[in-house]
């Protein structure tokens, strides 16, 4: 990917001559000849790096500098002037620049500060990215198992994973979707940028609009401040859409055109934003069917499938359910400070024998209220309280013996899901709590509404 630099200089001259320079170097350029230009480009075009002349017909370098506060933003800015003392060197360093040179430029003293900026800036990116990860806890492995169909899967991934195609996953409900966008990410150009994930599903065309775009302040009843979309959170890293099929329909064609032309508008606002954007979607959905009944846009779907992964269920891949049980126990277990303990033989047969219509989702929540049953080394068939051939038991409202106040709250939830038929307003109404703190515990939980349509 190209890094995109702004100069902001009222000489044509000086600002052809830099330009010119700057693209034989491989860099895309954004002109701007005011402070008020300068501004709106910065915020608009998203650049990674900077170039402000310290004299212009409406102010000084200094005054946009403060008007940015391009150092919180971790781009770059050098600043250029006819008039170089140190006094101003400083000033302009206090203020935010990164460098400063007396015109004209040397051009190849230039062009080694911004390379050297933009590298010490990757570098600090790698090493936040490789401190999150450390202290996050892992992520389960997308391919965990030896049957034919996830090593099938395994070898498609794969042969995508370095790519910056857009991706569209498809697979029940449970089946991991999630869990391999974020491996994609994380093997892709793009794994030292930010990974941005937002479900689809249960979510109005409004509320779904302000995620995605963000909104100006006064764009709408309620919007008391700008607020930035998750479009913006990710430039330069991945868009993760979960359920994209149930995207409300008015909302796919802006969505479309910010997806073709990295370029889309706030809500409420005049000015046009630049992102950079991969985008990964997944869907438990027949989107080709969605599209004949209307609901999901025919170009918008040809343009989130250009490569197509689709997560073997559960069902399909029996031979794999102890090691994934295996898997889920240790993650479970190191998330309550506990040594991870063993599956028994029988244990493991039982869960082997299972339909799983909540695929890997469902087996998680199985074994977390086993293991706080269990409370030993040794998690047995006792504890699963499952029934040989059948799928999972009904949630039941009322709690088991052993069962933690969060397994209570989740299984309530579910309960309220399934009495509404999986509306997210009348179940925030019925539990009495604000929608988005439902969607919080929702994403906590790991709860998908749609599973609980009829």
Same mark, same amino acid.
């Given at each position: 990917?190209?890094?995109?630099?702004?100069?902001?200089?009222?000489?044509?001259?000086?600002?052809?001559?830099?330009?010119?320079?700057?693209?034989?170097?491989?860099?895309?350029?954004?002109?701007?000849?005011? $402070?008020?230009?300068?501004?709106?480009?910065?915020?608009s075009e998203r650049p990674d790096a900077a170039v402000f002349d310290y004299n212009l017909p409406d102010g000084t370098a200094t005054d946009l500098l403060r008007a940015l506060d391009p150092r919180a933003l971790g781009v770059p800015v050098v600043v250029l002037t006819g008039e170089g003392t140190i006094d101003?060197?400083?000033?302009?360093?206090?203020?935010?620049?990164?460098?400063?040179?007396?015109?004209?430029?040397?051009?190849?003293?230039?062009?080694? $500060?911004?390379?050297?900026?933009?590298?010490?800036?990757?570098?600090?990116?790698?090493?936040?990215?490789?401190?999150?990860?450390?202290?996050?806890?892992?992520?389960?492995?997308?391919?965990?198992?030896?049957?034919?169909? $996830?090593?099938?899967?395994?070898? @498609?991934?794969?042969?995508?994973?370095?790519?910056?195609?857009?991706?569209?996953?498809?697979?029940?409900?449970?089946?991991?979707?999630?869990?391999?966008?974020?491996?994609?990410?994380?093997?892709?150009?793009?794994?030292?940028?930010?990974?941005?994930?937002?479900?689809?599903?249960?979510?109005?065309?409004?509320?779904?609009?302000s995620e995605l775009f963000g909104h100006a302040r006064g764009a709408f009843t309620g919007a008391v401040a700008e607020k930035q979309g998750l479009m913006e959170v990710a430039h330069r890293g991945t868009l993760f859409l979960d359920e994209i099929g149930d995207m409300d329909i008015m909302v796919q064609p802006?969505?479309?055109?910010?997806?073709?032309?990295?370029?889309?508008?706030?809500?409420?606002?005049?000015?046009?934003?630049?992102?950079?954007?991969?985008?990964?979607?997944?869907?438990?959905?027949?989107?080709?069917?969605?599209?004949?009944?209307?609901?999901?846009?025919?170009?918008?779907?040809?343009?989130?499938?250009?490569?197509?992964?689709?997560?073997?269920?559960?069902?399909?891949?029996?031979?794999?359910?102890?090691? $994934?049980?295996?898997?889920?126990?240790?993650?479970?277990?190191?998330?309550?400070?506990?040594?991870?303990?063993?599956?028994?033989?029988?244990?493991?047969?039982?869960?082997?024998?299972?339909?799983?219509?909540?695929?890997?989702?469902?087996?998680?929540?199985?074994?977390?209220?086993?293991?706080?049953?269990?409370?030993?080394?040794?998690?047995?068939?006792?504890?699963?309280?499952?029934?040989?051939?059948?799928?999972?038991?009904?949630?039941?409202?009322?709690?088991?013996?052993?069962?933690?106040?969060? @397994?209570?709250?989740?299984?309530?939830?579910?309960?309220?899901?399934?009495?509404?038929?999986?509306?997210?307003?009348?179940?925030?109404?019925?539990?009495e709590i604000p929608r988005s703190t439902l969607y919080q515990k929702l994403k906590v939980f790991g709860i998908d509404p749609s599973h609980f349509r009829a």
């Amino acid at each position: 990917m190209k890094h995109r630099v702004l100069i902001v200089e009222d000489e044509p001259a000086v600002r052809r001559a830099v330009r010119r320079h700057l693209e034989r170097e491989g860099f895309e350029v954004v002109e701007a000849a005011t $402070i008020l230009q300068g501004e709106v480009a910065f915020r608009s075009e998203r650049p990674d790096a900077a170039v402000f002349d310290y004299n212009l017909p409406d102010g000084t370098a200094t005054d946009l500098l403060r008007a940015l506060d391009p150092r919180a933003l971790g781009v770059p800015v050098v600043v250029l002037t006819g008039e170089g003392t140190i006094d101003l060197a400083v000033q302009c360093m206090q203020d935010g620049a990164e460098s400063f040179l007396t015109k004209p430029p040397e051009m190849e003293t230039l062009t080694g $500060i911004l390379q050297r900026a933009l590298e010490t800036r990757r570098i600090y990116r790698r090493a936040v990215a490789a401190e999150r990860k450390e202290l996050a806890p892992g992520e389960l492995d997308p391919f965990v198992g030896t049957s034919s169909a $996830i090593r099938r899967f395994e070898e @498609d991934a794969r042969l995508v994973a370095e790519s910056d195609a857009s991706v569209l996953i498809l697979g029940e409900t449970g089946s991991g979707k999630g869990v391999l966008a974020r491996w994609l990410h994380a093997q892709g150009p793009r794994s030292q940028e930010a990974f941005i994930d937002l479900n689809c599903a249960g979510l109005s065309r409004e509320l779904l609009e302000s995620e995605l775009f963000g909104h100006a302040r006064g764009a709408f009843t309620g919007a008391v401040a700008e607020k930035q979309g998750l479009m913006e959170v990710a430039h330069r890293g991945t868009l993760f859409l979960d359920e994209i099929g149930d995207m409300d329909i008015m909302v796919q064609p802006k969505f479309l055109t910010a997806i073709e032309e990295q370029r889309f508008r706030r809500l409420g606002d005049i000015k046009d934003r630049s992102v950079d954007v991969r985008l990964i979607s997944a869907t438990h959905r027949h989107l080709a069917k969605r599209v004949e009944e209307g609901v999901f846009r025919a170009d918008l779907y040809y343009r989130v499938n250009t490569v197509i992964l689709e997560a073997p269920a559960l069902r399909e891949r029996p031979e794999d359910i102890g090691e $994934i049980a295996d898997s889920l126990l240790r993650r479970l277990a190191k998330d309550l400070s506990e040594s991870p303990p063993t599956l028994t033989r029988e244990a493991k047969e039982l869960l082997a024998g299972q339909s799983w219509p909540g695929n890997i989702r469902e087996l998680r929540n199985v074994l977390e209220r086993a293991l706080l049953e269990s409370r030993g080394a040794e998690v047995k068939r006792k504890h699963l309280r499952l029934h040989v051939g059948a799928g999972t038991p009904p949630l039941s409202v009322h709690p088991a013996p052993m069962a933690s106040l969060a @397994d209570l709250e989740r299984t309530h939830i579910e309960s309220v899901l399934e009495q509404v038929r999986g509306s997210v307003d009348k179940a925030a109404k019925q539990l009495e709590i604000p929608r988005s703190t439902l969607y919080q515990k929702l994403k906590v939980f790991g709860i998908d509404p749609s599973h609980f349509r009829a």
